[in-house]
């Protein structure tokens, strides 16, 4: 399939990522930079290697669910950056998947950070800035029309059932999946995952510990950003980048 996808022009253009249209209408080319960005504080750096890094480990992860019969949009992966995936129009909101007390879950609980949470839980967060990226219930969801209810159910059963491929995995690596936002999109076939699977869209924390390998490096300034994707790559043996 590679041979004949093009890269055409350009669909969309973000801080980490760029999206194009190819020789095939039903398949876009996403091409990853090396910029890590926080949405919070709109900080921006530039991590060489990053862009490969993710791209790689995004395709290795989605292989992998494709093993354990979760489907995504993910097609081929062409070269270190870029990747083909089928064409969906993402929703709206993200959604998170906690295993552990993170990021802004102890604020909002009083649950210490790093505390195991009895049960995985599942969050919709909004994706406007300027409302501040907020959270929103299913509830809400449906008032807002922005998903029907069994775009909802799927998307909840889907996300559950990638987390429970992907923690134990992570934890064969002394890594501990703390938690992800994942993104959905509306293809064909219906809701369908298609977002990035990487450092920048999951908190990992080194099993023993606890360092974090993961974009909350750059996010709390605790430098060595590249170092750490790099040890998250290198833990999953994909290869070299």
């Keep these: 399939m590679t041979g004949l996808m093009e890269k055409r022009e350009l669909l ?9 249209r190819t020789d095939d209408p039903a398949v876009v ?10 949405r919070v504080s709109g900080r921006s750096e530039e991590i060489p290697g990053k862009g490969a890094v993710c791209s ?15 489907s995504g949009a993910f097609v081929e992966e062409v ?26 879950y102890p604020e909002r609980t009083g649950i210490a950070e790093g505390t195991a949470l009895a049960v995985p839980t599942v969050e919709f967060i909004l994706k406007d800035r300027e409302l501040g990226d907020p959270m929103i219930n299913g ?40 938690d992800m ?3 959905f999109g509306r293809g064909k076939d219906g809701v369908v995952l298609t977002g990035e699977l990487s ?11 606890h360092e974090k390998l993961d974009k909350d490096r750059f996010r709390k300034g605790l430098g060595n950003v590249g170092d750490a994707y790099r040890e998250m790559f290198g833990r999953l043996n994909i290869g070299r980048v």
């Design 56 to 70: 790689r480990m995004t395709n290795h992860l989605y292989r992998l669910l494709e093993t354990k019969n979760v």
């Design 199 to 209: 450092p920048d869209t999951m908190r990992l924390w080194d099993s023993r510990t």
């Design 29 to 38: 080319l996403v091409s990853r930079k090396d910029t890590v960005e926080d």
């Design 79 to 104: 070269t270190d950056t870029d990747s083909l995936f089928r064409e969906t129009k993402q929703l709206p909101f993200d959604v998170i998947v906690r295993n552990y007390s993170a990021g802004k």
């Design 139 to 178: 509830y809400d969801v449906l008032a807002m029309q922005l998903a029907t209810e069994e775009e909802i159910e799927t998307l909840v059963r889907t996300a559950f059932r990638v987390n429970e491929v992907l923690t134990p995995y992570f934890k064969s690596v002394n890594t501990d999946l703390i």
């Design 181 to 183: 936002e994942l993104v």
């Design 12 to 20: 969309q253009s973000g801080s980490t990522a760029d999206v194009y």
